[in-house]
């Protein structure tokens, strides 16, 4: 089953936007022969630009495949993936390298921070070894939503896990990206640590126009989201607009998860 492209629910601008990326008809298949595992079968689906998704699914579904290959991380096998107006399907190391440096954001459940940096440096690493010099203003910006202006000259092992990982969504941010792609980002911390993370991600898209696509297991992290796509056997089966925990909950327990 596939899936085609709709925007957030209540009528947003972002709703008659073109999509932020788009993949069509996309598998990825890994081995061969009798050992050929379908991880992604012929999915097709827009993300909305100036919105927050999230990808669901249970385990072996297929979600962190499609997110790694929404942002060049991984080739497919077939279709054909679009970010903006670039087709990265087809493109070579050195212009995915390209298309990840300058026009996409990352966010791991590992916080991926240099310890000997402080938070500012850290933050401001990707565009120093990139060679492009901050916008101070879109930083200043950016550390206000993300809540850092009192721990920039803190060092990682200062600061606690929740405070670690937003200043790994302010590095994402601070090189404007067209979409940040975010794995699990809340993997790693407890409830209230996880949702001072999902709060800046969601104000990062209500407040600076942001695209995140995100994958998760977690309904609670889901329903900050404008909208939760489902995949299981590496098809999307089903979507969500305007979810809620308890909804999630409902539709990953008619799926198996």
């Not at 050195?94 to 000997?116: H, I, K, S, Y």
């Not at 850092?148 to 803190?154: A, P, V």
């Not at 489902?230 to 969500?240: P, T």
Request: hydrophobic residues 40%.
């Amino acid at each position: 089953m596939t899936s085609t492209f709709t925007g957030p629910a209540g009528g947003s601008p972002a709703a008659a936007a073109p999509p932020a990326v788009v993949a069509a008809e996309v598998s990825k298949v890994y081995g061969a022969g009798d050992a050929a595992v379908h991880a992604l079968r012929g999915v097709s689906v827009g993300f909305a630009r100036g919105a927050f998704t999230a990808i669901m699914g249970p385990s072996g579904s297929g979600k962190s495949t499609l997110m790694h290959c929404l942002a060049g991380l991984d080739t497919v096998s077939g279709g054909r993936i679009t970010l903006g107006d670039a087709e990265i399907t087809g493109m070579n190391d050195r212009q995915l390298t390209m298309l990840r440096r300058e026009r996409v954001g990352f966010v791991f459940q590992a916080f991926n921070l240099l310890p000997t940096l402080t938070a500012e440096q850290n933050i401001l690493l990707p565009m120093d070894l990139a060679g492009r010099k901050p916008d101070r203003q879109w930083f200043d910006q950016v550390v206000d939503v993300v809540g850092l202006r009192d721990r920039l000259s803190h060092r990682p092992n200062e600061l606690s896990g929740g405070q670690q990982q937003r200043v790994a969504c302010a590095r994402a941010l601070v090189a404007r990206p067209e979409v940040i792609f975010a794995d699990e980002p809340t993997g790693n911390l407890d409830s209230r640590a996880g949702a001072e993370v999902l709060e800046f991600l969601r104000s990062s898209v209500r407040e600076m126009g942001q695209t995140i696509v995100m994958v998760t297991h977690d309904p609670v992290a889901a329903s900050y989201a404008d909208r939760v796509v489902f995949l299981r056997d590496g098809e999307i089966v089903s979507e969500i607009h305007g979810p809620t925990p308890e909804t999630v909950l409902d539709r990953l327990k008619n799926l198996g998860a």
